[in-house]
């Protein structure tokens, strides 16, 4: 006898369709919850930085990679940019979430280019830009009055070198004005080798010391550095608040004979306003409580320290952030203003 299915196998088809269906969707929401709660745990952040082979990039890319080592929670993506004024722009624009700048840069783009800072805040101030303002002994340059009529390397177009560091500097100091002299947009590499080869008189490097082409220069040329006094530095500061004085030690390079007062700018962590608090204070127990791993970075790195953290921060248009904040007052170190 011939058992009819007809009516019976449409009904198991629903049932075991039914089943099916209720299986997946079970499984589905179980691992979507899961997903969910992974990914409101995860933070992926970028961070401008600078060139692949500068001092930006290798403070950048090794912070973040201590980030993510000690909070697997927190990815940061240390992007290579063309530094300071971009990566400010792209903080300050939302594009990204986090940038190394230089001093002076937030308050040239919101005046030059009227730049909405309300979405940027500070996170740390750490490492320096120094300016080297070198000639060749043979030069018949002694100080900055005698730069007039000369070829001078100020640093490419755009660059912090050109806009924060020379020709405003030279006119907010001596009186030096562009028609006074022969700017020529040359970077660090141009400016030395320049020097080397006779085709500038002198120029400024703009970076922390000691550098080894300015030892390889010193090396192969007599060299000279120019001071700066302190009533120009007060000349400098009342135009460029973001510019202190320093002290090159003696012996920093082999034609240095004598401790040399130059102008220096500190370097700025800032990050966006909406990040969350916990993120920015573990971004700073990373970096901040492990010294001897972040040292090993860059020589440049030691210098982001709690010591160092709030240095001239008072002349910046924009607050800190509250994560960076609640670790500075856990470290003692932040007082009200």
């Known amino acids: 006898m011939k058992i009819k299915f007809k009516g019976i196998l449409p009904s ?42 500068g001092t930006y990039y290798y403070i950048g890319a090794g912070f973040a990679n201590m980030v993510s080592k000690y909070y697997p929670e927190i990815q940061i993506n240390a992007q290579s940019t063309a530094a300071a004024f971009e990566n400010a722009r792209l903080v300050a624009n939302g594009e990204m979430d986090m940038g190394l700048i230089c001093g002076g840069t937030l308050e040239f783009l919101a005046e030059e280019e009227n730049l909405d800072l309300s979405n940027a805040a500070l996170v740390a101030v750490g490492h320096r830009s120094d300016a080297h303002w070198i000639t060749l002994k043979n030069s018949g340059i002694e100080s900055f009055e005698d730069l007039r009529g000369k070829r001078v390397g100020v640093g490419p177009q755009g660059s912090a070198t050109l806009i924060l560091a020379s020709i405003k500097t030279l006119e907010a ?57 302190s009533e120009e530095i007060e000349r400098i500061q009342a135009v460029q608040p973001y510019l202190q004085g320093i002290t090159m030690p003696a012996g920093t390079y082999s034609d240095l004979d004598k401790d040399t007062q130059i102008y220096t700018a500190n370097q700025r962590m800032i990050c966006s306003k909406d990040l969350p608090e916990d993120v920015v ?38 607050e800190f952030h509250p994560g960076a904040v609640k670790f500075y007052k856990e470290k003692g170190v932040w007082s009200e203003k």
């Open 281 to 318: 204070y573990k971004f700073m127990k990373a970096i901040y409580e492990h010294p001897e791993e972040r040292d090993q970075i860059h020589p440049q790195a030691a210098l982001w320290n709690l010591e160092q953290a709030l240095n001239g921060a008072e002349s910046d248009p924009v």
């Open 173 to 229: 100091g001596w009186g030096i004005k562009p028609g006074e002299y022969t700017p020529l947009y040359y970077d660090f590499g141009e400016i030395i080798r320049g020097l080397k080869e006779g085709t500038i008189d002198a120029g400024v490097v703009f970076a922390g010391f000691p550098l080894s082409s300015v030892m390889d220069l010193c090396s192969t040329h007599d060299v000279r550095f120019l001071e700066v006094t």
């Open 12 to 53: 198991l088809l629903a049932i075991l369709l039914v089943i099916c269906l209720s299986g997946c969707s079970s499984g589905g929401d179980s691992d979507s919850n899961d997903g969910g709660a992974e990914k409101q745990d995860k933070h992926f952040l970028s961070m401008g930085t600078g060139s692949s082979s």
